[in-house]
Each structure stands twice: as structure tokens, then as C-alpha cells.
């Protein structure tokens, strides 16, 4: 009979002879192998990398020094290009420091350094913004790009083309034909601009980016898509008097026959010549419209294209019942270009009204200050609500 106990026990030698066999097997190996102490092999360790800041730190001293010099560089890496670009636009006044490796440093040695530059354009006041700045294995400048919310300026950015005259700077990352337009379109903006508005010592600057608007504007993916011209202060502040860029949307504005670029680039050149970007006393309705009606002035187009998308919303839901507001000129709005024509046509009726000087006079006492309301009752003798019955009318007239 077998017992509870004499079933387990049997498992028990089994494993007993195994574990013996092992231990024979292995005493068998070591000896085969020529015995002695085993010592676990030691890890190999990758070399650590670092970044040669000394390098780079004299790269960019060199980068200043370029432009500084005004000695023309022969090379096609990232620094030459900067430096001939710098020199064609008259970069001024430039400081370069290194502040901090920005990442890990590649296998390679390169790597990439948050720097804080700065620099002047004519006519503008120094400005200052951290950047990106690629370094190569040796430290060599292999690149700039910004931080995010923060701009790259075009000259840093690849090479350019440069026109200037006594009143325009064009700076644009295009073939030497575009930026002859660019450059024709601008000079004829300030004439258009000076038989309306008195613009003193006159001075229109475009920037013309390759890529869309965004990344030159510091702004978020998507924000500047759909505009064709964007008037702003050169470092994105609204203080008083800072100098105004219009940068250009080639995507956008590349697309419009003659006619339709001249007219963009008068109405960015008219919040230029009218400091609009820095001033809110104004109602938007009023900056957008007046600045369309200095574009319109001259031109023979009819109604149907130039109030095309407002007049068939108007055929299609009946006259809006108040001026466009700020919600309404939104760059991402599904209407984006009938608030334009909106308000244009509400400065058309004011200068059908009183005559242009009267709205020239309106624009310019509400960039003072002064209410909307007062300013219309003086120079026109009716207040916002009888303007805005007569926008409507006037629209729903032309719609039909």
C-alpha cells in the first residue's frame, strides 16, 4: 500500500539527483575552461558628449563682427547668408550672447543654444528677442529659429531680397521679380495713401516671408491663413508710436491679380501712415473701413466685386443690424472679408454725407480721443444710430 508519505518523498530525491547533475555539469564546465575566479565583464560606457560653447560662443562673435564690418562674406552657411542680409538692409547695432544649451547634445556634438540677440533697422528702435541657434559638431552656426510667441526676424531666416527707396523698404524671401512687384506695389501705396491722408516723411516697410505669417509673427498655427497683409508694431507691443511693418502673406496675396494687391497693400499702408495698430481709441469698423475707402478711392471696380461677400449675405439674411465689431474681424471667421466690405461701405456713406475731409476729420478726431458720437454729431449732424440706418439702406439697395 502506498502511503501519503512515501509519494511525496519520491518528487523530493528526483529533484535532488537533478540539482546534482546540474552542479556536475557546471563543475565540469569550469574545469574545462580553465577554472579560476568568475568576474562579471564590465559595461562599456558611451562617451559623453558635450557641447563646445567655447566654439560657438566665437561664432557668434564673429557673426557680430560680419555684420559689424560690413565686409561681405563668400559662404552659403547660416551666418554668411545673415551677415549679407544684415548688410543689405542696413542691420545696425547687433549683440549676440550665448545663454544656454537648449536639449541634449546630439552624437555628433551639435546641438542647439537658446540666444539672446539684438539689433537695429533703420528707423526702427533697437530690438531684442531669444532665439533659437543651431550649432554644428565644432560650434559653426548651422541655423536660427524662434522660441515659441517669439518672432524670427527675415534676415536671420534665409536669404533675401532688398529694395529700397526714399520712403519703402521691401525685404522679401522670394525670387528678384516678386520683390521688384513688392516693391512697385509699395511705392504706389504711399502715393495713395498721401493724396488722402498727410503723411509726414512718409515710410512704408514690407516683410515678406516665404511661409506664411505665423511663425513670423509669433503666432499660433493657423492664426494668419486666410489674411493676405497683417500692419503691426516691429516687436509686437502696442505702445504709442512704436514703428509699424506690414508683413505679406504670399500664399495669399500672390493669388489676387494687380488691381486686388494694390489695393491690400494702400489699406496696411493706410494703418502705417495712421499708427492703427497701436491705437484703440478708434472703433474697429471705422480703422478697417477708412482704411479700405484710401484703398478704393481711385479704383473703377464695381460693386460686385469689391462688396461681393457682404451684398450676397445681405440678399441671402437682410442687412445686419449693427456695424462690424471687434468679434467680427476675426482672422478665423467663416465671413473673413465681408466685415471689411461692411464697414467700408459704412465710410462710404459717411463721405457721401459730408464730404471726405469730413471723414478724414472723423478718423482723425477719434484716433485723439474723442467719443464716436460727438465726432459724428459735429462733423456730420446725425449721431451712430441714424449712421447705422443708413448703412443699412444703402446696403440693402445695393444688394439688389
Not at 139 to 158: D, E, K, M, N, V
Request: glycine share 10%; with cysteine.
Amino acid at each position: 500500500m502506498r502511503t501519503v508519505g512515501s509519494l511525496l518523498s519520491r518528487p523530493v530525491l528526483i529533484g535532488t539527483g537533478l540539482v546534482l547533475v546540474m552542479l556536475l555539469a557546471g563543475f565540469v564546465g569550469w574545469r574545462l575552461t580553465g577554472g579560476g575566479e568568475y568576474v562579471a565583464p564590465t559595461p562599456t560606457a558611451e562617451p559623453v558628449v558635450r557641447a563646445d560653447t567655447e566654439a560657438a560662443r566665437a561664432s557668434l562673435e564673429a557673426l557680430v563682427e560680419g555684420v559689424s564690418d560690413r565686409a561681405e562674406p563668400d559662404g552659403e552657411d547660416a551666418a554668411s547668408v545673415a551677415v549679407r542680409n544684415a548688410h543689405a538692409i542696413g542691420i545696425a547695432d547687433i549683440t549676440a550672447r550665448y545663454v544656454a544649451e537648449a536639449g541634449n547634445v546630439a552624437p555628433d556634438g551639435s546641438w542647439t543654444a537658446d540666444v539672446e540677440m539684438s539689433w537695429r533697422t533703420p528707423g526702427d528702435p533697437t530690438l531684442t528677442e531669444e532665439l533659437k541657434v543651431a550649432f554644428g559638431p565644432e560650434g559653426a552656426i548651422a541655423g536660427f529659429s524662434a522660441a515659441q510667441g517669439t518672432r524670427l526676424p527675415l534676415w536671420l531666416s534665409g536669404p533675401v531680397e532688398v529694395r529700397r527707396t526714399g520712403s519703402t523698404l521691401v525685404v522679401a524671401q522670394a525670387p528678384a521679380e516678386v520683390a521688384d512687384r513688392y516693391a512697385e506695389l509699395a511705392t504706389a501705396a504711399v502715393a495713395g495713401v498721401r493724396k488722402v491722408v498727410a503723411w509726414k516723411d512718409p515710410r512704408l516697410v514690407l516683410e515678406v516671408p516665404a511661409n506664411g505669417l505665423d511663425s513670423a509673427l509669433g503666432a499660433q498655427p493657423g492664426t494668419y491663413t486666410a489674411v493676405a497683409a497683417v500692419t503691426a508694431t516691429v516687436d509686437g507691443s502696442t505702445k504709442a508710436g512704436t514703428p509699424l511693418h506690414v508683413w505679406v502673406n504670399q500664399g495669399v496675396i500672390g493669388d489676387l491679380d494687380a488691381p486686388g494687391a494694390q489695393i491690400v497693400i494702400t489699406h496696411e499702408a493706410t494703418h502705417a501712415a495712421t499708427d492703427a495698430a497701436t491705437n484703440t481709441s478708434r472703433p474697429m469698423w471705422l480703422v478697417e473701413g477708412f482704411a479700405d475707402y484710401v484703398a478704393l478711392r481711385d479704383t473703377k471696380l464695381p460693386l460686385s466685386k469689391t462688396a461681393g461677400q457682404v451684398l450676397a449675405q445681405v440678399r441671402e439674411n437682410g442687412a445686419p443690424d449693427h456695424l462690424p465689431g471687434k468679434a467680427e474681424f476675426n482672422t478665423r471667421s467663416e465671413h473673413f472679408g465681408a466685415e471689411y466690405e461692411a464697414a467700408w461701405l459704412a465710410c462710404e456713406v459717411l463721405a457721401e454725407a459730408g464730404g471726405e475731409q469730413a471723414l478724414v476729420d472723423l478718423y482723425e478726431e477719434t484716433g485723439r480721443g474723442i467719443g464716436l458720437e460727438k465726432a459724428l454729431q459735429a462733423g456730420f449732424g446725425f449721431g451712430e444710430d441714424e449712421l447705422t440706418a443708413r448703412w443699412r439702406t444703402h446696403l440693402s439697395h445695393s444688394a439688389r
